[in-house]
Protein backbone atom coordinates (compact mmCIF):
# COMPACT_ATOMS: atom_id res chain seq x y z
CA UNK A 1 0.00 0.00 0.00
CA UNK A 2 1.37 3.29 -0.83
CA UNK A 3 -1.29 5.92 0.20
CA UNK A 4 0.21 8.56 2.40
CA UNK A 5 -1.87 11.50 4.60
CA UNK A 6 -0.37 14.70 4.44
CA UNK A 7 -0.31 17.44 7.40
CA UNK A 8 0.75 21.07 6.33
CA UNK A 9 1.19 23.99 8.01
CA UNK A 10 0.36 23.01 11.78
CA UNK A 11 1.13 25.53 13.94
CA UNK A 12 2.58 25.37 17.50
CA UNK A 13 3.77 28.30 19.98
CA UNK A 14 6.61 26.81 21.90
CA UNK A 15 9.56 27.85 23.73
CA UNK A 16 12.98 27.08 21.26
CA UNK A 17 16.21 28.25 21.19
CA UNK A 18 19.55 28.78 22.09
CA UNK A 19 19.44 32.77 22.77
CA UNK A 20 18.24 33.87 26.56
CA UNK A 21 15.07 35.52 25.43
CA UNK A 22 14.08 32.28 23.03
CA UNK A 23 13.92 30.56 26.66
CA UNK A 24 11.69 32.81 28.01
CA UNK A 25 8.94 33.84 24.57
CA UNK A 26 6.83 31.58 23.13
CA UNK A 27 7.84 31.30 19.29
CA UNK A 28 5.95 29.59 16.38
CA UNK A 29 6.85 26.48 14.51
CA UNK A 30 5.04 24.88 12.03
CA UNK A 31 5.02 20.92 11.29
CA UNK A 32 4.29 19.67 8.11
CA UNK A 33 4.43 15.58 7.74
CA UNK A 34 3.64 13.02 5.80
CA UNK A 35 2.30 9.98 6.98
CA UNK A 36 1.94 6.14 5.52
CA UNK A 37 -1.84 5.48 5.42
CA UNK A 38 -4.04 2.43 4.79
CA UNK A 39 -7.41 4.98 3.27
CA UNK A 40 -8.84 1.71 1.64
CA UNK A 41 -9.44 0.57 5.46
CA UNK A 42 -10.64 3.62 6.61
CA UNK A 43 -13.42 3.84 3.93
CA UNK A 44 -14.57 0.61 3.84
CA UNK A 45 -16.40 0.71 7.36
CA UNK A 46 -16.28 4.85 7.75
CA UNK A 47 -14.89 4.23 10.58
CA UNK A 48 -12.19 6.85 12.24
CA UNK A 49 -11.20 3.46 14.62
CA UNK A 50 -10.20 2.50 11.17
CA UNK A 51 -8.14 5.20 9.74
CA UNK A 52 -4.91 7.80 10.69
CA UNK A 53 -6.43 9.96 13.72
CA UNK A 54 -5.02 13.21 12.18
CA UNK A 55 -6.88 15.26 14.92
CA UNK A 56 -5.04 12.86 17.10
CA UNK A 57 -1.69 13.42 15.70
CA UNK A 58 -2.02 17.34 15.59
CA UNK A 59 -2.57 17.10 19.39
CA UNK A 60 0.18 14.83 19.80
CA UNK A 61 2.32 17.37 18.34
CA UNK A 62 0.72 20.26 20.28
CA UNK A 63 1.61 18.75 23.86
CA UNK A 64 4.66 17.24 22.78
CA UNK A 65 5.79 20.93 22.39
CA UNK A 66 4.53 22.23 25.68
CA UNK A 67 6.71 19.33 27.68
CA UNK A 68 9.96 20.91 27.34
CA UNK A 69 12.69 23.66 26.06
CA UNK A 70 14.75 22.79 23.36
CA UNK A 71 17.18 24.36 21.95
CA UNK A 72 17.89 23.24 18.43
CA UNK A 73 15.07 22.16 15.90
CA UNK A 74 17.24 18.77 15.30
CA UNK A 75 16.88 17.91 19.13
CA UNK A 76 12.60 18.14 18.80
CA UNK A 77 12.18 16.54 15.46
CA UNK A 78 13.99 13.63 16.53
CA UNK A 79 12.23 13.01 19.43
CA UNK A 80 9.31 14.00 17.78
CA UNK A 81 9.87 11.55 15.15
CA UNK A 82 10.59 8.84 17.56
CA UNK A 83 7.73 9.93 19.55
CA UNK A 84 5.45 9.56 16.66
CA UNK A 85 6.51 6.10 15.26
CA UNK A 86 5.94 4.86 18.30
CA UNK A 87 2.55 6.21 19.71
CA UNK A 88 0.70 5.85 16.55
CA UNK A 89 2.70 2.16 15.36
CA UNK A 90 4.11 3.66 11.74
CA UNK A 91 6.47 2.31 9.76
CA UNK A 92 8.22 5.71 8.47
CA UNK A 93 7.20 9.22 8.63
CA UNK A 94 8.42 12.67 6.98
CA UNK A 95 8.69 15.50 9.23
CA UNK A 96 9.67 19.33 8.68
CA UNK A 97 10.16 21.87 11.16
CA UNK A 98 9.59 25.45 10.50
CA UNK A 99 11.12 28.53 12.46
CA UNK A 100 10.42 31.36 10.49
CA UNK A 101 12.16 34.34 11.31
CA UNK A 102 14.82 33.04 12.72
CA UNK A 103 17.37 34.70 11.29
CA UNK A 104 16.85 38.65 10.17
CA UNK A 105 16.35 38.46 6.07
CA UNK A 106 15.43 35.21 5.73
CA UNK A 107 11.37 33.95 5.61
CA UNK A 108 11.80 30.31 6.59
CA UNK A 109 14.07 27.80 8.28
CA UNK A 110 13.15 24.58 7.71
CA UNK A 111 14.47 20.85 9.04
CA UNK A 112 13.11 17.84 6.87
CA UNK A 113 13.41 14.31 8.75
CA UNK A 114 12.51 11.13 7.30
CA UNK A 115 12.64 8.37 9.18
CA UNK A 116 11.38 5.10 10.18
CA UNK A 117 10.86 2.40 13.08
CA UNK A 118 14.14 0.90 11.38
CA UNK A 119 16.35 4.04 12.22
CA UNK A 120 15.29 3.59 16.05
Do not use: N
Not at 4 to 13: H, M, Q, T
Not at 39 to 65: K, N, P, T, W
Not at 71 to 95: G, H, S, V
Request: some cysteine; overall charge negative; glycine content about 4%.
Amino acid sequence: MDDRLSLRGLAVETLIGVYDWEKTVPQRLTFDLTLPTDAARGAEDDALSDALDYGALAEQIRAFCGEEHFQLIETLAERLCARLLADFDLPWLELTVHKPGAIAACDDIALTLRRSRDDA
